[in-house]
C-alpha cells in the first residue's frame, strides 16, 4: 500500500487537516504504527493518540494536542476497516490456476477462475463454483456442492454430500460432515448409528479454524446465512442454527439444538442436547445452558439463568464464607435469647 | 435405496399395515421426511407422528390417527438404526486401491483389499491389517500398527510406534501419539522431557475428529476395548481408559488420569491428572473432577461432588442474593430482641 | 538403547549400588519396567519402588528392601529425564532430504540439513533455518519464517507473514496465523474486519497438537520466549504472552489480552478479551479471569477471585443447602421468640 492522505480521505469520504500530500505505507494499532503509517482513535481513545508515533490519524474531530497529520472522519473504526479490506484485496491476489498436484475425481464440476492448491483432493461428482479457491491439502468429499467465491483453507475437510453455500470462509483444519455421536446401547456394548443426514452451509457464513460441523443422523444440519464461527466450536449432529449468529471460540452444542436469529455465544459457552435457543439471546462467556432460553435476553451462569441473576448470584457467593460466620453466630445469639426468654418465663 | 414396505418388514421382523407394494427410497425424521420416504416413531412420538409427511412409519402398535402406511415393530428406533446401517453400508463401498499420489515407506506391511487415499503418508515399518481404509492426506508414522477393517478419515495424523486394534474409526484431523506436555523448571526455564511412551488403541474404539491422545513420557496411554470419543476430546500422557467408556464432545483429562469401564462423561466434563474415576462412573455435562471418584454413581459440578448433591447446590445458589436479605434482617430483628431483653432483664 | 549400570552412572554422575554390567535396554515406570529395564523412584516412592519388576533403579539413597541394581543419584527424576533425552535423540534420527512430493514455491531460501516431508507445501518467499524439519502435509504460507533446528509436525498450517524463532516445536495439525475474529455490525449483518496482522513465536517455543494462534487484526500476535502450550490452545487476535509461561491443555485466551511472564494457567482457564494477567499469576484448572489479574497470586473459580477465597467459596457452596435449613429454622426461632417477648412486654 502506498497512499497520499489526500488518496485516503477521498476514499472514505473526510477531510484532511494537515500535511495532503504525506505518503503512508500502512496501518496499524495506535501503539504499534510508525511515522510512515496510518491509525486510527475513536473519540474515547484521542487522549491515547497524542503519544502515538503514527505520521497520520483517522479521527472524528481536531483537538489541539494532535500533532500528526489528521483525516476527520464521522467513524474512524470504520473507515480503518474499510482502508484494511482494500489492503487486503491486493494481498489477496491468488493465482486461478489448479495445481498439478492436486487430485481431481471423475465428473467433477469446476467453475471459472479457481485456486486449487497441491494436495487438495476432490473427490467424484463435487461441484465448485465460480473464483473459489480450494488451498493446500484440502479434502472435499464426494459429491460435495461448494458455492462461488468461496474460500477452503489448507487442511479443510469436508465429508461426502454436504453443501456450501457462496462466499463461505472456512479457516484451515476445520472438519464438515464427520459422523455425529450416536450409539445404541445393546447388551452392554456401544453400537454405532450410522450417520447418513449431511450439512448444509448458507451464504455469507464465516467458520473458525479446527471446528467441527457433524452430520446429522438422518436429515440435515444447518448454518443459517451469515453467521459467523470462532475457533474450535463444536456443533452436534443435527443442529440448526440461524442467520447472523455470532459463536465465539471453543463453544460447544450438542446434537439437535436449535439457535436463533442473531444469537450471541461468548467463549466457552455450552448447550446440553434437544434445547432452543430464542433469536437474539445472548450467552456471556462459558454460559452453559440446560433448557431452552427465550429469546431477546442475556444469559449467564452454569446453568444459564438471565445474566442479572447469574450476576448477582456470582456477587453474593463472594459473601458466603462471611455469612456461613454470621450464620452461626446469630444462631447462638438467639439460643442465649431463648434461654434467657425461658428463664424470664418462669 | 429402494425397497417395498414388504420387504423393510421381512428384514426388521415388522408387520405392515397398509400398503406392502409401496416403494420407500430412504428413512428420515419425522419433519424432514417426504411421501417417498420412511420415518420412525417410538411410543411417546405418536402423537407428533400424525402430521409427519412420511409415506410409511414404523411405530410400535396401530393408532387410529395415523393414515401413513404403518410398519408395526417392537423397538421402531432399533429397527430404523438396522435400516440406517444397510443404506450406510450401500454408501460406504469404496475403491480397494492405493492411490498413485500416497508414499509408502521401506518395509511397510500391506493387508489385502485396502484403500489407500491420495496423499496419505504411510512410514518405515508400519503395519496395515486387511480391509483397512486409510483416507487422503493421513499421516501413519514409522513402526505404527493398524488393524484390520480401520478407517482413519482425511488429515488423521499417528505418530511413530503407536498401535491401533481392529475396527477402530478415527475423524479427520485427530492426533495419535503426539508428545504429551512434560517441563522439568531449570533454573526459571521448562526443559522438555521427552515423551518416549506411546499410544495402544483396543478393538472397536471410535474416536471424533479433532482429538488429541498424547503417547506416554514412557510407558502406554490406553484407551479400551468399545470405547467412543466424540469430537475435540483431549487425553493427556499416560491415561488408562477402561472398556466401553463415553466421552462427549470437548472432554479433557489430564495426565495419568485412570478411567474405569462403561464410565460416562458429559460434554465438556474434565479431570485434573493422577486421579481415578471408578467403573461406571457418569459426570454430567461440565462436570470437573479434582478427585478420586468412586464408581456406580453420578457427579456434577466443579468439583464434581454427587449429581443430586450438585443439584441441590444449584437450587440453594438461586436463592442467594434473596437469602442474604434474609439473613440481614434476622440480624436486625435479633438485635432488636437483644435490646427489648436487656430493658427486660434490668 | 543398550547400556551397563556402570556408563548410565557415569553419564548423570552416580553410584552404582550392585552389578556394575548389568545390561539395560530402556526406561520405563515403575509399573511397567521389566527386568531388562531401568527404573527411577524418588524418595516419596521407594516404598512402592520395592515391587517394581525393573532390573535396575534410579534411587537417592539405598534401602534394605530394595533388591534391584540401584544407581544412587540426588535427582532421580532429572537423571531418568536426562537419560529419556538420550534415547528420544536416537529416535529422532531423520533424513535430511526434501521428498520429492513435497511442492517448494519460488524465492523459498532453504537452510541446510533440512527434513521436508511428502505433501508439505512451501509457498513463495518463505524461509527455512538450518536443520528444521517439515513433517509430511504440512503448509508454510507465504513469506512465512521458520528459524533453525525447528520442528514443525504433520498438518502444521502457517498462514502468509508468521514468523518462528529458532528451536520452535509445533505439533500435528495446529494453525498458526489464521484469521482473528472480528467483525462490523453493519445493518443487522456482520461485516468481516480484515485480519492483516501477523503472529510472532519467539525461541524455544513448543505449541502443542490443534492449538490455534490467531494473526492480530493490525500489529501482531506475539509469544515469548520458552513458553509452552498444552494441546487445543486458543489464543485470539493481538494476544500477547511473555517468556517462559505454561498453558495446559483446552485454555482459551480472548483477542488483545496480555500475559506476563512465567504465569500458568491451569486446564480449561480461560479469560474474556482486553484484560492483563502478571507475572507469574498461576491460574487453576477451570478458572475463568473476568478482569485485570495481579501478578505473583495464585487464582480460582468463575469468575477468578484469589484460589484461597476461592477454596474458600467452594466449601461454604457445599453447605448450602443445609445453611438454608438452618436459616429458615432460625427465622421461626425468631419469629417465636417476637411473639413471646410481644406477650412479656403487655
Redesign the interface.
Known amino acids: 500500500m502506498r497512499y497520499t492522505l489526500a488518496e485516503i480521505a477521498a476514499r472514505i469520504d473526510g477531510e484532511v487537516v494537515g500535511d495532503d500530500n504525506l505518503v503512508v505505507t500502512g496501518?496499524?494499532?495506535l501503539?504499534?504504527a510508525t511515522p510512515d503509517e496510518l491509525s486510527f482513535a475513536e473519540e474515547k481513545f484521542l487522549g491515547k493518540a497524542v503519544s502515538s508515533k503514527a505520521g497520520a490519524l483517522l479521527v472524528p474531530r481536531k483537538t489541539d494536542n494532535l500533532t500528526q497529520s489528521l483525516i476527520i472522519c464521522e467513524q474512524p473504526?470504520?473507515a480503518a476497516?474499510q482502508i484494511?479490506?482494500e489492503?487486503?484485496k491486493a494481498?489477496q491476489i491468488v493465482d486461478h490456476r489448479i495445481?498439478s498436484?492436486a487430485?481431481i475425481g471423475d465428473n467433477v464440476s469446476l467453475g471459472n477462475n479457481l485456486h486449487i492448491?497441491?494436495?487438495a483432493?476432490i473427490c467424484d461428482n463435487a461441484v465448485i463454483g465460480d473464483n473459489s479457491r480450494i488451498?493446500?491439502?484440502t479434502?472435499i468429499g464426494k459429491g460435495v456442492l461448494v458455492g462461488s467465491d468461496c474460500r477452503l483453507?489448507?487442511?479443510v475437510?469436508i465429508?461426502?454430500n454436504c453443501s456450501l453455500g457462496n462466499r463461505v470462509?472456512i479457516?484451515?483444519?476445520s472438519?464438515i460432515g464427520?459422523?455425529g455421536?450416536g450409539?445404541?446401547q445393546v447388551g452392554?456394548?456401544?453400537?454405532?448409528?450410522?450417520?447418513?443426514g449431511s450439512v448444509v452451509i448458507e451464504d455469507d457464513v464465516?467458520i473458525?479454524?479446527?471446528c467441527?460441523i457433524?452430520r446429522a443422523?438422518?436429515?440435515?444440519t444447518i448454518i443459517g446465512r451469515?453467521t459467523?464461527l470462532?475457533?474450535?466450536v463444536?456443533l452436534?449432529h443435527?443442529v440448526k442454527v440461524g442467520d447472523?449468529v455470532?459463536m465465539?471460540?471453543?463453544v460447544?452444542i450438542?446434537g439437535s439444538v436449535r439457535i436463533g436469529n442473531?444469537v450471541m455465544l461468548g467463549?466457552?459457552a455450552?448447550t446440553?442436547n434437544h434445547i432452543t435457543i430464542g433469536d437474539r439471546a445472548r450467552l456471556m462467556?462459558?454460559t452453559?445452558a440446560?433448557k431452552d432460553l427465550a429469546g431477546n435476553q442475556d444469559y449467564g451462569g452454569?446453568?444459564a439463568?438471565p445474566a442479572k441473576?447469574a450476576l448477582?448470584?456470582?456477587?453474593?457467593?463472594?459473601?458466603?464464607?462471611k455469612?456461613?460466620g454470621?450464620?452461626a453466630t446469630?444462631?447462638k445469639?438467639?439460643q442465649d435469647?431463648?434461654k434467657?426468654?425461658h428463664l424470664?418465663?418462669k
Open positions: 496501518i496499524n494499532s501503539e504499534a473504526f470504520r476497516g484494511m479490506m489492503i487486503d494481498a495445481d498436484a487430485t492448491g497441491p494436495g483432493v488451498y493446500a491439502n479434502y483453507y489448507p487442511g475437510v465429508r461426502e470462509i479457516h484451515p483444519n472438519v464427520s459422523d455421536f450409539f445404541l452392554g456394548c456401544n453400537v454405532k448409528i450410522p450417520q447418513i464465516e473458525g479454524a479446527l467441527t457433524n443422523a438422518l436429515d440435515k451469515g459467523k470462532d475457533d474450535h463444536h452436534g443435527g447472523e455470532i465465539c471460540a471453543q460447544g450438542s442473531q467463549p466457552r455450552g446440553v462467556a462459558g452453559s440446560a452454569i446453568p439463568v441473576q448477582r448470584q456470582i456477587m453474593a457467593a463472594t459473601h458466603l464464607p455469612d456461613r454470621r450464620l446469630l444462631e445469639r438467639v435469647l431463648e434467657m426468654l424470664a418465663k
